[in-house]
Nanobody, 126 residues
Framework: VQLQASGGGFVQAGGSLRLSCAAS????????MGWFRQAPGKDREFVAA????????SYADSMKGRFTISRDTAKEMVVLQVTTLIPEDRGVYYC????????????????????WGQGTLVTVSS
């Protein structure tokens, strides 16, 4: 499985961004798809995740409100919409897939995901 994240770039504070993630060969019903981010000098942190079949979502508490994860079943892509960007949102955003079918709800830990994309860089100007 190869994951390709896209949509990063340079955004002014207060703006919005739409990140997308596609999987080679498509996304299967039992998969959970997640987004993580890593700010400069910090550990990677969980942002949001979604179950491909049900659309059930999980969010980090600090991400609720400005971050929305969704699935585009026609394009077989997972989308992370971010609004009202702040400088602290800068970093590399990673797409990940849990293909194990071990969890009934989208997992929130890095170790629960077995495939990772290369990341897309988001820069937010103040």
């Amino acid at each position: 499985v190869q994951l390709q994240a896209s949509g990063g770039g340079f955004v002014q504070a207060g703006g919005s961004l739409r990140l997308s993630c596609a999987a080679s060969g498509g996304i299967f019903a039992r998969w959970h798809m997640g987004w993580f981010r890593q700010a400069p000098g910090k550990d990677r942190e969980f942002v949001a995740a979604i179950n491909w079949r049900s659309g059930r979502t999980s969010y980090a508490d600090s991400m609720k409100g400005r971050f929305t994860i969704s699935r585009d079943t026609a394009k077989e892509m997972v989308v992370l919409q971010v609004t009202t960007l702040i400088p602290e949102d800068r970093g590399v955003y990673y797409c990940a897939a849990d293909t194990t079918d071990n969890w009934t709800r989208p997992p929130v830990r890095e170790g629960d995901y077995n495939y990772w994309g290369q990341g897309t860089l988001v820069t937010v100007s103040s």
